[in-house]
């Protein structure tokens, strides 16, 4: 077995700070019945850009994986692209929001949040 294809089957990655913070925020809103959905879609600088949201969909082709309780929820097309990255939240004076951590990507831009 390659790097490659364990880094494959691995899938994608959420730090145990993202996961309370993900917690927090389905706390506040009220729902145990949703799941962060994780994706690529076209656009961006670079071709592709990353859309993070709560999601209550199960589609087919889905993979679902649990981090303390937390669903992260990557469709069938996005997963290759996704394969390996890390999902992190960052709070510091600089900058505060959800970072993504991705080995697949080929280039970077000015935006910080596309890749090829």
Not at 50 to 77: H, N
Not at 97 to 105: E, L, M, S, V
């Amino acid at each position: 077995m390659t790097v490659q294809d364990e880094t494959v089957q691995q899938g994608i990655l959420l730090t145990d700070t993202a996961a309370v913070k993900v917690k927090s925020l389905l706390e506040q809103e009220g729902r145990t019945d949703l799941h962060l959905r994780v994706a690529v879609q076209p656009g961006g600088c670079s071709g592709l850009r990353y859309q993070l949201f709560f999601d209550e969909r199960a589609l087919d082709g889905d993979e679902v994986k649990d981090f303390g309780g937390v669903g992260v929820v990557v469709d069938r097309m996005s997963a290759p692209y996704l394969a390996g990255a890390t999902i992190d939240f960052v709070d510091t004076i600089e900058k505060q929001g959800f970072t993504i951590d991705n080995p697949n990507a080929g280039g970077s831009c000015a935006c910080g949040d596309s890749f090829h």
